[in-house]
């Protein structure tokens, strides 16, 4: 199921006020991450670590991140990141299909 639109940004303080524009207020506001809950689905923003990682990656939510991530290999794929912890024992990672199209993929804790 689809989870997170996660954009990749230079500069976070500007990118913030251009979707609170449109979102409004974040609930979450802090300096590696901005984002906006809708029920189930989140926006986020975070600060770039590489420049081949700006603009957006649509998440969808998988209950075996490693299972999902080698299926998408095994049918022509690669791995772009590595699992991920990045908090509370949610795991994300991306993954390419075999055309370059990047895949990110999140696993919530049991």
């Known amino acids: 199921m689809f989870k997170t639109v996660l954009t990749v940004v230079e500069d ?3 990118a913030k006020a251009a979707w609170s524009a ?3 207020d974040p609930s979450t506001d802090s ?3 901005v984002g906006w809950t809708d029920g189930d689905h989140e926006v986020g923003l975070t600060p770039v670590q ?11 939510h998988t209950s075996d991140i490693d299972a999902a991530m ?7 794929g690669s791995r772009v990141k590595e699992p991920q912890d ?3 024992g949610r795991l994300v990672a991306v993954v390419a299909d075999p055309e ?11």
């Not at 590489?50 to 969808?60: F, L, M, T």
């Not at 370059?100 to 049991?110: K, M």
């Open 70 to 76: 080698s299926g998408v290999v095994d049918a022509g």
């Open 50 to 60: 590489d420049p081949a990682d700006k603009g957006s990656v649509a998440y969808w």
């Open 86 to 88: 990045v908090g509370g």
């Open 100 to 110: 370059g199209n990047r895949i990110g993929l999140i696993q919530d804790p049991a």
């Open 12 to 14: 976070l303080a500007a």
């Open 31 to 33: 300096p590696y991450y």
């Open 22 to 24: 449109i979102l409004g």
